[in-house]
């Protein structure tokens, strides 16, 4: 048994002790009975977070519950809590990367909230304590397992689901998981050692992210992260799992999350590809589209079931087999393709304002034109000078807007 796998089955068999931090509750009548909470990480570190549980639910009446994970530059965000608080689920959002708050209500500002600081103070200091790591894209590749910042990032959503479920309000049964963009990849690695998660719903992150064309592609490639590789653990994953994705991210590329899927959907049914079209990349955009809640409803509150693909398309044929539910209505393909290998580069495509020379989208755009969806087919003519491309369906599911789509296909 390697080191990470050691501290984690550790993790997997340690309930953390948790306290509430009154100096800290949300004043903000929006997230009133939302609880800010403390508990242990990795080697005696400290963990913020905030918790929020339904009013409706107890011992008798336990309710689903999520683990909330943060993506790089992001917090323990309140208005994430209480979406799903709202939606009959119990919710944990945790920092990841030690920080705690600067004053009441950190973490109800979006996109990214700076209320927050790195490290312990006041109240927060406790005896024999010390901090986390900071959260540092897995550059510093140095450091013994032990102390890097992924690491403790896994331990403190192993500890944050163990804590769920000692709760009597929570159905244990019934926890699922959900990450943006770093806490997607934080979250794809996640479920490869936690088979309890009842569900996953990574966003941007995920894993084979060596195998993308983004900025990622290096740092997943360095022999000092392969521990964090999400891939190699994927034929342990049992749970369904919805693959969230941006199709231009500035962060991520498609490939990734495709193959993410292909590697997972034969293990349960109910495992989904969305990559979204102008999804745009933060968190706010990260836990918006409707497909997130309406699969996790589907999966432990016998919610309408999703419409998926059954097979995929194979090089220009441009078509595949879906399995669509009796509830769907109103179904629209659509072929999204780009006529030129797909490559990215920094540059300023979306007007991202002063980050934006410094962020990575792809050099091309891609150009969409209609699909059939007839039967249980969806199929498109593919232009001549495609080089790569993907299906998509957009559906209506109890007065919402639903996307599946196939995987991403070079030519």
């Given at each position: 048994m390697n080191e990470l796998n050691a501290i984690i089955q550790t993790a997997l068999?340690?309930?953390?002790h948790w306290q509430k931090e009154p100096e800290f509750q949300p004043t903000v009548k929006d997230f009133a009975g939302i609880q800010a909470i403390t508990y242990d990480g990795l080697g005696n570190t400290l963990t913020f977070a905030y918790l929020g549980i339904p009013e409706n639910a107890s011992e008798s009446a336990p309710v689903p519950a999520m683990v909330l994970v943060h993506g790089g530059g992001g917090q323990a965000f309140l208005p994430w809590v209480k979406l799903w608080n709202d939606r009959g689920y119990a919710a944990i959002a945790m920092s990841t990367r030690g920080m705690f708050p600067s004053g009441v209500n950190a973490g109800s500002k979006l996109p990214d909230d700076p209320g927050y600081q790195h490290g312990m103070y006041g109240s927060f200091l406790k005896e024999g304590y010390v901090d986390?790591?900071?959260?540092?894209?897995l550059r510093n590749t140095h450091l013994p397992t032990k102390d890097r910042w992924f690491t403790h990032g896994l331990v403190k959503i192993i500890h944050a689901h163990n804590l769920l479920r000692s709760l009597p309000q929570v159905d244990k049964e019934k926890i699922g998981i959900a990450g943006i963009s770093w806490g997607g990849n934080l979250t794809s690695v996640a479920i490869t050692h936690d088979p309890r998660f009842a569900f996953a719903i990574p966003v941007y992150g995920s894993g084979y992210l060596k195998?993308?064309?983004?900025y990622m592609r290096p740092i997943f490639s360095a022999p000092e992260?392969?521990?964090?590789r999400a891939e190699d653990g994927f034929h342990r994953v049992k749970m369904p799992v919805m693959w969230v994705a941006w199709n231009d991210d500035n962060n991520f590329s498609i490939q990734s999350n495709s193959l993410s899927y292909l590697a997972t959907k034969d293990a349960n049914s109910k495992t989904g590809l969305a990559m979204i079209?102008?999804?745009?990349?933060?968190?706010?955009?990260?836990?918006a589209p409707p497909v997130i809640y309406s699969f996790a409803d589907w999966v432990v509150k016998n919610g309408q079931a999703l419409v998926t693909f059954t097979s995929q398309p194979k090089g220009k044929t441009a078509s595949a087999r879906l399995n669509i539910p009796e509830k769907a209505s109103c179904l629209q393909g659509k072929l999204y393709w780009?006529?030129?290998?797909?490559?990215?580069?920094?540059h300023d495509k979306y007007h991202y304002e002063?980050?934006?020379?410094?962020l990575t989208f792809m050099d091309q755009v891609w150009?969409?034109?209609?699909?059939?969806?007839?039967g249980d087919m969806i199929s498109a003519v593919l232009p001549s000078k495609a080089k790569g491309y993907y299906l998509e369906v957009n559906y209506q599911l109890e007065g919402k807007s639903m996307i599946a789509t196939s995987v991403y296909t070079t030519l």
């Open positions: 068999n340690t309930m953390p986390s790591p900071n959260e540092d894209g195998d993308g064309i983004s992260n392969a521990i964090f079209h102008e999804m745009w990349h933060d968190h706010p955009h990260g836990w780009i006529d030129e290998p797909m490559t990215t580069s920094a002063i980050e934006s020379p410094q150009q969409i034109a209609p699909a059939t969806v007839a």
